[in-house]
């Protein structure tokens, strides 16, 4: 089976425009990772959710979110379908033929991928198209400074990530996420 950073290497380098999107994985917002986020040259924004299983496709559903001001607990595809979301779009990308598309709420674009062990070659099929959840661009709702200052950050702790793991550091890695006891 395919390995999900595989995959994701595959839709982004078939389906993604380097020069002209930003393209994020494993990126935090709002209380959840978007498995792959693209932000257009105008701000637009697309999320794609990687579902491998059904059980994992269901759960998705019971995801919450809590209203920092508030204290109202959303589920995360009320708030997404009702344009409460800071991507302008949302998909799920599917082993084909996984989940009927009927079961997939009409908000959500739809895109199937059949990979063949043999020749390791990975096809993707546009099924649906997302709606447009809104017309806010990503920089509208987002602080691009405070954007650019995390993926600066994001990019040094996994730098000493793996420089920690190839060689004996000699200072304390202040990015080592182990929990001391």
């Known amino acids: 089976m395919i390995k999900i950073e595989e995959l994701i290497h595959a839709y ?3 389906h993604c425009d380097f020069e002209k999107e930003i393209v994020l994985t494993n990126y935090f917002q709002a209380d959840w990772e978007a498995d ?4 257009d040259a105008e701000g637009g924004s697309h999320e794609i ?3 491998l299983s059904k059980s994992d496709f269901k759960n998705d559903f019971k995801k919450s979110y809590l209203n920092k001001d508030t204290g109202e607990k959303f589920l995360k595809h009320d708030k997404i379908s009702c344009g409460d979301y800071m991507c302008n779009s949302f998909s ?6 996984m989940v009927d598309a009927e079961l997939i709420p009409e908000h959500c674009g739809i895109i199937e991928f059949y990979h063949n062990v043999d020749t390791w070659e990975t096809e993707f099929y546009q099924i649906r198209q997302p709606k447009k959840l809104h017309e806010d661009s990503y920089w509208t709702l987002n602080d691009k400074d405070l954007f650019i200052r995390k993926i600066a950050l994001n990019l040094l702790q996994r730098k000493m990530e793996i420089k920690g793991k190839h060689e004996e550091l000699i200072f304390k890695n202040p990015f080592d996420i182990k929990k001391l006891k």
């Open 49 to 51: 959710e990687i579902k």
């Open 92 to 97: 799920f990308l599917l082993p084909m033929g």
């Open 36 to 39: 792959v986020l693209i932000i």
């Open 12 to 14: 982004i380098h078939t």
